[in-house]
T-cell receptor, first 112, second 116 residues
């Protein structure tokens, strides 16, 4: 079941904040966040496991809400380098699948 | 440094041709994946392999087959290319975890295939 990402696109000015959500209709075990810059391969950002632990990576952090079956990616004080398409990949069961189901992506544009 | 390479960045083929897309990883990863990326549809899994000669269908396997004869190499085959297979194809690899969460996937640069 493909997770639903929102919004589909967002345009920011440098220094502004953004939140990208990833929701599943089934219980989540883990959520993986990737960023793909234009013309490049997707690159891993972080993994969140069932348990609600928030993680951070420079000014990009994420949370996992087990009850809402949702993960949110927080980009604070955005920089031009944050522009790209953000994908969440989800696992609904613990271990064994070795696969992720990716959302359709959220295109983030940061302008000067 | 981790590396996944794909044989071509751009490929143009004619309808009905047999097309081979090659992917090689140098990380000794057990898992390899082929995705298709289309605007507005995200990354969709075509096939997955967790070991040499082992394969598993993904979400959109129709019209595709795969081959994994060596651990580092995973090939995607379009038996008879059609125009609706025009797309960006991404290969990825990851470690086998057999327990906790699936591991980080490392992606290749992609092959943009155009079928005329």
């Amino acid at each position: 079941q493909q997770p639903v990402q929102s919004p589909q696109a967002v345009i920011l000015r440098e220094g502004e904040d953004a939140v990208i959500n990833c929701s599943s209709s089934k219980a989540l075990y883990s959520v993986h966040w990737y960023r793909q810059k234009h013309g490049e391969a997707p690159v891993f950002l972080m993994i969140l496991l069932k348990g609600g632990e928030q993680k951070g990576h420079e000014k990009i952090s994420a949370s996992f809400n087990e009850k809402k079956q949702q993960s949110s990616l927080y980009l604070t004080a955005s920089q031009l380098s944050y522009s790209g398409t953000y994908f969440c990949g989800t696992e609904n069961t613990q271990g064994g699948s070795e696969k992720l189901v990716f959302g359709k992506g959220t295109k983030l544009t940061v302008n000067p | 440094d981790v590396k996944v390479t794909q044989s071509s960045r751009y490929l143009v083929k004619r309808t009905g041709e047999k097309v081979f897309l090659e992917c090689v990883q140098d990380m000794d990863h057990e898992n390899m994946f082929w995705y298709r990326q289309d605007p507005g549809l995200g990354l969709r899994l075509i096939y997955f392999s967790y070991d040499v000669k082992m394969k598993e269908k993904g979400d959109i396997p129709e019209g595709y087959s795969v081959s994994r004869e060596k651990k580092e190499r995973f090939s995607l085959i379009l038996e008879s290319a059609s125009t609706n297979q025009t797309s960006m194809y991404l290969c990825a690899s990851s470690l086998w975890t057999s327990g906790e969460s699936t591991d980080t996937q490392y992606f290749g640069p992609g092959t943009r295939l155009t079928v005329l």
